[in-house]
């Protein structure tokens, strides 16, 4: 869950500078509002400080979940065509934003948890706490999924934030690919490569085969051998 809370927001942080002040605060906020539960502990009276962290909590955090519900939309309206043609037509991928506090509102499951806070030393609902899921059908992919599947969604997840990021900026990311050919069947390889033509990729890989075969242009190739680097034409 934290890596994917994590990709969350460095892919939003970089589309949407409203969101990375608001996601700031709110990590400021959840630091101090936890280290106020663990003096509590030594200080009763300072138990009447906690709406005022609460209060900003609140606030806050609802504009995180908002942001980030609507970021998975977004996602959800490129990833699943992305997924479908990788998988030849045979997996349907959708994603789903999961929030701590269920189907309450952040507000009152902040005050309906305050005792299981006070108890834990530590803030149990919000964001920082919040996941992102993937579907494949019915099947939860995150825990039950193959470790195939579980690639194979990375992967559409990574392309779907790629058309993401042209579509708002107008820009084009570089793509970097870490020894991902080998783990794919030829057809989803070749749909990858038909995807990246026109994307300035760094890929990391055992042997070159998949890309000479399927004309892939090759600027520059470096070999690793014996611990050592060395350029060579492609």
Known sequence: PAGRRRF????????DKVYLSNLSNYNRIINQRNSL?????HQQSLIETLDIWDMQLI????????????????VNKIISDIHLRL???KEHLSLSYETSAGDMPLEQAVRRYRERDLKLKSTSVGPHRD????QEGSLDIRRFGSQGQQRTAALSLKMSEIELVRSVTGDTPVLLLDDVLSELDKNRQNYLLDSIHDIQTIVTCTGLEELISHRFAVNRVFYVK??????KKA
């Open 8 to 15: 969350i927001d460095l892919e939003l942080s970089q589309l």
């Open 37 to 41: 539960l663990k003096e509590i502990v």
């Open 59 to 74: 606030e806050y955090g609802t504009k995180i979940i908002d942001r980030r519900k609507e970021f998975v939309n977004q």
């Open 87 to 89: 998988t030849g037509g």
């Open 131 to 134: 996941d992102m899921g993937f």
């Open 226 to 231: 014996d611990g050592s680097i060395v350029e």
